[in-house]
């Protein structure tokens, strides 16, 4: 069994900042990919940053240069600090990991059960 938990999150002002993260937990043989997603009220799940096994990097627009995102392949954590956050940026933020588990014969993607970011004064 593989498990993504989640911490981090809450309410923030605008321009202010937080972090997030994401630990994957269970018979894991490897992790490729790892990222974050969000989703606001009405609106479509989407990415905000993923990271690859070697550090590669990819942001949507919306949030470059506010946002980083890293992680820690020997605890298999990923983060995403988040600064300057502005309203636009509540909502539900997801862990996404593409993992090779134990009895699997390759990758699959697992979810975090979300966190709930609100940016508001």
């Known amino acids: 069994q593989v498990q993504l938990v989640e911490s981090g999150g809450g309410l923030v002002q605008p321009g202010g900042s937080l972090g997030l993260s994401c630990a994957a937990a269970?018979?894991?043989?490897?992790?490729?990919?790892m990222g974050w997603y969000r989703q606001a009220p009405g609106k479509q799940r989407e990415l905000v940053a993923s990271?690859?096994?070697?550090?590669?990097?990819n942001y949507a627009d919306s949030v470059k240069g506010r946002f980083t995102i890293s992680r820690d392949n020997a605890k298999n954590r990923v983060y995403l600090q988040m600064n300057s956050l502005k309203p636009e940026d509540t909502a539900v933020y997801y862990c996404?990991?593409?993992?090779?588990?134990?009895?699997?014969?390759?990758?699959?993607?697992?979810w975090g059960q979300g966190t709930q970011v609100t940016v508001s004064s």
């Open positions: 996404n990991a593409n993992i090779w588990a134990h009895g699997f014969l390759g990758y699959n993607d697992y």
């Open positions: 269970g018979s894991i043989n490897s992790i490729n990919t």
């Open positions: 990271i690859t096994s070697g550090g590669s990097t």
